[in-house]
C-alpha cells in the first residue's frame, strides 16, 4: 500500500479518543487494589494474632517495604506507560529500594538468636503454601497492568514489564502481610522472594509479548 | 516528510517505507497517549525510535541465504568481445547492409520481415546483404594480413 493512501485511510478512521494520562492509570490500579484488599478482609483472612503482631517490628517490616516496593514499581511502570518515559532510571531505583528492605530484615534477624537452625526456621510446607497464595494475589495486579500495558505505549516493554512484575508481586505480597502469621525476618526474605521473583520472571516473560503494538 | 528523514541511513532502503507506514499506524493506534501540552515532536520521536528497533530486529531475525555457486554463469567475456568486434565492424557498411545484417543474420528475421521492416524490396534486402558480407569478409582479410 502506498503511504499517501495509508495516511487517507487513517484520517478517514480518525475518531475523538479519551486521553490517557498518568493519574486516570493510577486511580484504575488504586481502585483494583482496594477492591482486592477489601475481599481480602472481608473474607476474613486476617491473621488472629493481629493485635500483638502489631508491636512486632519484623511485621511493620513486611507490611511498609512490601507497600513501598509495590507503590515505587507501580508509578514507575505507568510512567513508563509514555512513550516518551523510560523505566530504566526507575527500576535502579527499586532494585536499590529492595536491596535496602533486604538489608534492614538481616539487621533485625541479626538481633536474634543466631543463624543455628535455618533450615527449620524455612519451615517448608507453610512457606511453600504462603508462596502460592501470594503469588495468586498478585494476578489482579498482574492482569490489571498488564491491561494498562496494552491500553498505554511503552516504548521500552521489558523494562515497563519488569517494574509491573515487581509492582504485582509486592502487591500481592502486601495483601498477603494481613494474613500471614510468620513474622520471622528469614522466614520472610527467602518466601516472600521466591514468590516475588516468580510472579515477575512470568510478566517479564508473558507482558512484553501481549503488549506488543 | 521527517519520518522519511528519520529513517534514511537507519535502515535499509527497502525497509524504510514499511516502517514509516508501521510507525503511521503506531501514531494512529496510540494518539490517546499524546498530551497535547507536551511538543509533539518528542513524542513522535519516540515512536519512531521504537519502531525503528522493532525494523531493525526483524530484519535481523530474518535468515540470510548463502549464495551458491550454481548461480554464477559460466565465463562470456570471448562472446561479449566478439559482438563488440561485429558491432564496430557494422559500423564501417553502409547504414541499409549494416540494418538487414543485423535483422536477418543476427536477429533471425526473414528476407521478407526485414523488407517490411526496413522498406527496402527483398531483391534489395538480399543484395544488400550479400554485398555487406563480402565487405565484411574483404575487411577481415586485410586485417588478417597486416598482421
Known amino acids: 500500500m502506498q503511504t499517501d493512501s495509508l495516511i487517507e485511510r487513517l484520517v478517514n478512521e480518525l475518531k475523538p479518543v479519551r486521553l490517557r494520562t498518568v493519574w486516570t492509570d493510577a486511580i484504575a490500579l488504586i481502585a483494583l487494589g482496594v477492591v482486592e484488599l477489601g475481599l481480602f478482609l472481608a473474607l476474613g483472612m486476617v491473621r488472629p494474632d493481629m493485635p500483638a503482631a502489631m508491636h512486632l517490628p519484623s511485621f511493620w517490616w513486611k507490611l511498609i517495604s512490601l507497600g513501598l516496593i509495590a507503590l515505587v514499581s507501580g508509578t514507575v511502570a505507568i510512567m513508563s506507560l509514555d512513550p516518551v518515559r523510560l523505566p530504566r532510571r526507575g527500576l535502579r531505583w527499586i532494585v536499590t529500594l529492595i536491596a535496602a528492605c533486604l538489608a534492614v530484615g538481616w539487621m533485625l534477624d541479626a538481633s536474634r538468636d543466631g543463624f543455628s537452625a535455618l533450615l527449620t526456621r524455612l519451615d517448608w510446607p507453610n512457606g511453600l503454601e504462603c508462596l502460592y497464595t501470594m503469588v495468586a494475589l498478585s494476578m489482579p495486579a498482574v492482569i490489571g497492568l498488564g491491561l494498562l500495558m496494552r491500553r498505554g505505549a511503552p516504548t521500552d516493554r521489558s523494562g515497563t514489564a519488569l517494574a509491573a512484575g515487581l509492582a504485582a508481586a509486592a502487591w500481592g505480597a502486601f495483601v498477603f502481610v494481613f494474613e500471614c502469621p510468620f513474622d520471622d525476618p528469614f522466614f520472610v526474605a527467602v518466601w516472600y522472594s521466591l514468590s516475588c521473583g516468580a510472579v515477575t520472571l512470568f510478566t517479564r516473560i508473558t507482558l512484553p509479548r501481549l503488549t506488543r503494538w | ?147
Open chain 2, 1 to 147: 516528510m521527517w519520518l522519511r528523514r528519520y529513517y534514511t541511513g537507519r535502515l535499509p532502503p527497502v525497509a524504510i517505507d514499511d516502517a514509516i507506514q508501521e510507525a503511521l499506524i503506531a501514531v494512529h493506534k496510540k494518539r490517546h497517549t499524546y498530551d497535547p501540552s507536551r511538543p509533539f515532536g518528542a513524542w513522535l520521536a519516540a515512536i519512531a525510535r521504537y519502531k525503528w528497533i522493532d525494523a531493525a530486529r526483524s530484519l535481523g531475525a530474518k535468515p540470510t541465504e548463502v549464495l551458491s555457486d550454481d548461480i554464477a554463469v559460466p565465463d562470456h567475456e570471448e562472446a561479449i568481445v566478439s559482438a563488440r568486434s561485429l558491432d564496430q565492424l557494422l559500423t564501417t557498411l553502409k547504414p541499409a547492409q549494416s540494418q538487414v545484417i543485423r535483422l536477418v543474420k543476427l536477429q533471425g528475421l526473414s528476407i521478407e520481415e526485414a523488407s517490411k521492416a526496413t522498406g527496402q524490396s527483398a531483391a534489395l534486402v538480399k543484395v544488400n546483404i550479400h554485398r555487406g558480407l563480402k565487405r565484411l569478409t574483404s575487411l577481415l582479410r586485410s586485417v588478417s594480413d597486416a598482421d
